[in-house]
């Protein structure tokens, strides 16, 4: 019984992180005062873009680094969208959500065509954390991409110094100015947007498929 539910707690945690790691992105993102409905499409299409670069090199780091790459292509369009051309935050985001859903759907169905599967990262097990009973296998058990999400939220709950430093300007995107460059220099709601995205974006992972 026991081993039962510690495979069920294990299991839920590797699951889970695709989703932290979206909430993780979506909330660095919302400092900057870009609010990003659209993260599931990018999600999605970080998802594919990972999957089928694995599929056909066989390099799970190459496929992260698609998913990264992507995710930060669809942060700074959406920043665009939202900053330079100043779209109504919630309509553009279900239009970037809708996007990437039919994007992912329809590469996925010429590009692939049939279900097929790789597998993620391995477990890594943590050396003496993970031979703690119970809380061992269930945390320090895990993959690289879940031991990420660990760091991303330790440093946004103690304040590391990548996290001190993000520039919050408010959500009033009328106020600020309108383009990517401003006297010189990336304006902040585009140095949040495109990061949070690739954060969002990164959450392939796992064994089987996109």
């Keep these: ?33 870009v609010l990003n409905l659209g993260v599931d499409g990018v999600m999605l299409m970080g998802a594919f873009s990972a999957f089928y670069t694995v599929l056909r090199t066989g390099n799970l780091w190459l496929g992260l680094l698609a998913a990264i790459v992507v995710g930060a292509i669809f942060g700074l369009l959406i920043a665009f969208i939202n900053v330079t051309l100043k779209a109504e935050q919630g309509i553009s985001g279900i239009g970037v959500y809708i996007f990437g859903l039919g994007l992912s759907s329809l590469l996925f169905s010429t590009m692939v065509g049939t279900v097929q599967t790789v597998s993620g990262f391995p477990p890594l097990s943590i050396p003496l954390l993970s031979n703690i009973p119970v809380v061992g296998e269930i945390f320090f058990q895990q993959n690289i991409l879940v031991y990420g999400a660990y760091f991303f939220v330790f440093a946004d709950r103690h304040k590391h110094e990548w996290s001190k430093y993000i520039p919050t300007t408010g959500i009033n995107l009328g106020s600020g100015p309108r383009y990517v460059f401003e006297g010189g220099r990336i304006h902040p709601k585009f140095k949040i947007s495109v990061p ?14 996109p």
Excluded: C, H, V
């Design 1 to 33: 019984m026991e081993a039962i539910i510690i495979g069920i707690a294990k299991s839920a945690i590797r699951l889970a992180t695709p989703y932290l790691y979206a909430s993780i992105g979506e909330t660095i993102g919302q400092l900057s005062g």
């Design 196 to 209: 949070s995205d690739f954060i969002a974006s990164s959450n392939w992972d796992n064994e089987d498929g």
